[in-house]
């Protein structure tokens, strides 16, 4: 034994928490697909109320089957939905790093060292990419491949990997 007294206060030995994400396990497939969802939800109703206002108000001026009117169309709605999503998580996604589902569903986006995603590069790097895809007619199904992704051994999608983020569960 050494002559050297045991500090009390020194770091144990032993790594703290979970090896995989620091201190928080990674949310669990069915919690991210329930934010989500949950997500979908919320927004599904004003988008809804939107696209029909919208639709009226272009109906007779632009082809929606045609290419022009679908792009027309989906840069239309994109923004709007883009608009809503800050306006219903923006505060929450800047100082919790959640979003309404997540935080229903008790789980938080962090960088992939566990800390705080600052907003600006969360939304940038996690969202905006993903946005842009879904308003051009048919590279929109880029989504899906992201959204598959999650079936991977590290429960990331594409945007978690773009970002450096990953989903950590609460509970």
């Known amino acids: 034994m050494s002559n050297v007294p045991k500090n009390p206060y020194a770091s144990p030995n032993a790594p703290a928490g979970n090896q995989q994400t620091g201190t928080r396990p990674l949310a669990s497939r069915t919690d991210r697909f329930l934010g989500a969802f949950i997500d979908g939800l919320i927004m599904g109703v004003p988008a809804a109320v939107l696209g029909f206002i919208i639709g009226m108000m272009l109906a007779g001026t632009i082809d929606p089957d045609s290419l022009t009117g679908n792009l027309i169309f989906n840069l239309i709605g994109g923004f709007f939905g883009i608009a809503i999503f800050?306006?219903?998580?923006?505060?929450?996604?800047?100082?919790?790093?959640?979003?309404?589902?997540?935080?229903?569903?008790?789980?938080?986006?962090?960088?992939?060292?566990?800390?705080?995603?600052?907003?600006?590069?969360?939304i940038l790097k996690r969202y905006l990419p993903f946005w842009i895809l879904g308003m051009i007619p048919y590279l929109g199904l880029l989504n899906l491949v992201n959204v598959l992704m999650i079936f991977r051994e590290s429960h990331k999608c594409l945007h978690d990997e773009i970002a450096g983020t990953k989903v950590i569960s609460l509970k």
């Open 86 to 122: 800050l306006a219903v998580n923006g505060f929450l996604l800047a100082t919790r790093g959640q979003t309404v589902g997540k935080t229903i569903v008790k789980t938080q986006i962090v960088a992939d060292d566990g800390s705080m995603m600052p907003f600006g590069p969360l």
